[in-house]
């Protein structure tokens, strides 16, 4: 399985996104329980141009995380809130509080 192959409903992402594009979506979008951070609110580990500052200490949750087609649909957008509201809504989790994210 290609996990950069996006699902029938959505348009095809590019071949060449293929690996993590430092966007901070993954770091901002997901609850992320070991770090007791909330749904759509940034890592308190997310620095300057999106690069977690623990990364050789970072949880196995964000350790597992591999990028995928998600990648390539969020990456492009122009800031870390629209990323952000973009994978809470292909999750299908726009309902939830709106993103605590500065632009």
């Known amino acids: 399985m290609d996990l950069f192959a996006a699902p029938p ?10 690996a993590c594009t430092a966007c901070g979506a993954c ?11 909330p749904l759509g ?3 308190v580990h997310l620095g300057d141009g999106c690069l977690c500052t623990v990364y050789a200490a970072r949880p196995g949750v ?3 995380y591999q990028p995928d087609w998600v ?4 990456a492009p957008l122009p800031t870390l809130e629209a990323r952000a509201r973009r994978f809470l809504e292909i999750y299908g989790l726009e309902g939830a509080e709106s993103p605590a994210v500065g632009g």
């Open 9 to 18: 409903d959505f348009a095809p992402r590019s071949p060449l996104v293929r």
């Open 27 to 37: 770091c901002t979008a997901p609850d992320i329980h070991a770090l007791q951070k």
């Open 41 to 43: 609110v940034p890592c």
């Open 62 to 64: 964000c350790r597992s």
């Open 71 to 74: 990648c390539g649909e969020v």
